[in-house]
Structure formats: structure tokens, C-alpha cells
């Protein structure tokens, strides 16, 4: 199943707060598609990512926004 988060209404450190709390709600399998304005690092979901052991399935970039893909394993 696919989920989808707007996040660009929130600054750092909400977007990242936010995400870790659905993510965390998930199974494997799931994935979620997050939508981040230009303030938000990337690299903090990078890192996320790695420490929490998510796959990072896509990102780019649309307008003033950007569109991450995770995915749970």
C-alpha cells in the first residue's frame, strides 16, 4: 500500500518529526510518498533512512517541491 504526506506546510524540524511518526505506524511493504518543500534537508531523510533501515525508493523534484518515495522493509 502507498501512503502520502504533505509536509510543505511545516519547517525543520516537523517534516522529518512528522514522517518518523507515520513511518514508524507501517508495515513492510508500505510505502509512502512524501512531499517536502525546498527547506527541508533531504540528507536528514537520507539519514533516516539509513538508521532506521527504510528503503529510499525515489526522489524528484517538481516546481518548488520535492517528492520522496520511501519504503518500508
Same mark, same amino acid.
Given at each position: 500500500m502507498k501512503? +502520502? =504526506?504533505d509536509l510543505t506546510a511545516y519547517?525543520?524540524?516537523l517534516p522529518l518529526l512528522m #514522517?518518523?511518526?507515520?513511518l514508524a505506524t507501517l508495515t513492510a511493504g508500505a510505502a509512502v510518498? =512524501?512531499? =517536502?518543500n !525546498? #527547506?527541508?534537508s533531504l540528507s536528514?531523510?537520507?539519514l533516516l533512512c539509513? +538508521? !532506521?533501515g527504510y528503503q529510499w525508493e525515489s526522489c524528484h !523534484?517538481? #516546481?518548488e517541491r520535492y517528492i520522496l518515495t520511501l519504503k518500508i522493509r
Open positions: 501512503y +502520502q =504526506l519547517r525543520c524540524p #514522517a518518523k511518526k507515520v510518498e =512524501l512531499v =517536502l !525546498q #527547506a527541508t536528514d531523510f537520507k539509513e +538508521q !532506521q !523534484q517538481e #516546481a
